[in-house]
């Protein structure tokens, strides 16, 4: 089983929709929780840290849920310009935060 | 601000050469890591250092593999007699603290 997982996709949805992804991770003393962007042949870009409690940042909501090992991304209201691959990572422990990455979900919003 | 940089953007290299990869982390950032991201594959963690040292090198993938970094910059991922499957691109990226670690542009490597 993968440290981290996530369903790749793809998700085509229509702009102006609610998309939801989930990444499950296996390591349950896992610290710390992201989402990145990736576009096309880029590096990827932080999007958003995941907290215990949940964050929001704009059109983007992050839940961690840790009794079930999973993370999730809600994006609302979802742009042209959302259209990319988000990937999941975890740190499993303080003092070595190498990331450890799902696949990836590759995403389009469809005009 | 200057973000990580990374030399060569493209290299292209027959089997059984070595190849030198390049990372210009941000200045004044302490940790610097190394991944790389193949085809089909996800991110692939290969090696971390905490100033010059690396303290965690478990991601290698074999002994072709070696980094170094120095005066806790400039750090060099160096891949000796490449195979077809060394091919990705490999990806620098660097932080000074935990939560925000920000990746270069890639070397895009293709072994013939």
């Known amino acids: 089983r993968k440290e981290v997982e996530q369903d790749p996709g793809p998700f085509n949805v229509p702009e102006g929709a609610t998309v939801a992804f989930n990444c499950t991770y296996s390591n349950s003393a896992s610290q710390s929780f992201f989402w990145y962007r990736q576009d096309c042949r880029k590096e990827p870009k932080l999007l958003m840290s995941v907290y215990s409690s949940g964050n929001e940042d704009g059109r983007f909501t992050a839940q961690l849920n840790r009794a079930s090992q999973y993370i999730s991304l809600l994006i609302r209201d979802s742009k042209l310009s959302d259209s990319a691959t988000y990937l999941c990572?975890?740190?499993?422990?303080?003092?070595?935060?190498?990331?450890?990455f799902g696949t990836g979900t590759r995403l389009t919003i469809i005009p | 601000g200057a973000g990580v940089s990374q030399s060569p953007s493209n290299k292209v290299t027959e089997k059984g050469k070595d190849v030198e990869l390049r990372c210009d982390p941000i200045?004044?950032?302490?940790?610097l890591y190394w991944y790389r991201q193949s085809l089909g594959q996800g991110l692939e963690f290969l090696i971390y250092?905490?100033?010059?040292?690396?303290?965690?090198k478990s991601g290698l993938p074999s002994d072709r593999f070696s980094a170094e970094r120095t005066g806790e910059s400039v750090s060099t991922l160096t891949i000796q007699r490449t195979q077809q499957e060394d091919s990705a691109v490999y990806l620098c990226?660097?932080?000074?603290?935990?939560?925000?670690?920000?990746f270069g542009p890639g070397t895009r490597l293709t072994v013939l």
């Open positions: 990226a660097s932080s000074l603290i935990v939560n925000e670690q920000f």
């Open positions: 250092f905490q100033g010059n040292s690396a303290p965690d």
């Open positions: 990572a975890v740190i499993h422990n303080f003092g070595n935060e190498k990331l450890t």
């Open positions: 200045s004044g950032h302490t940790a």
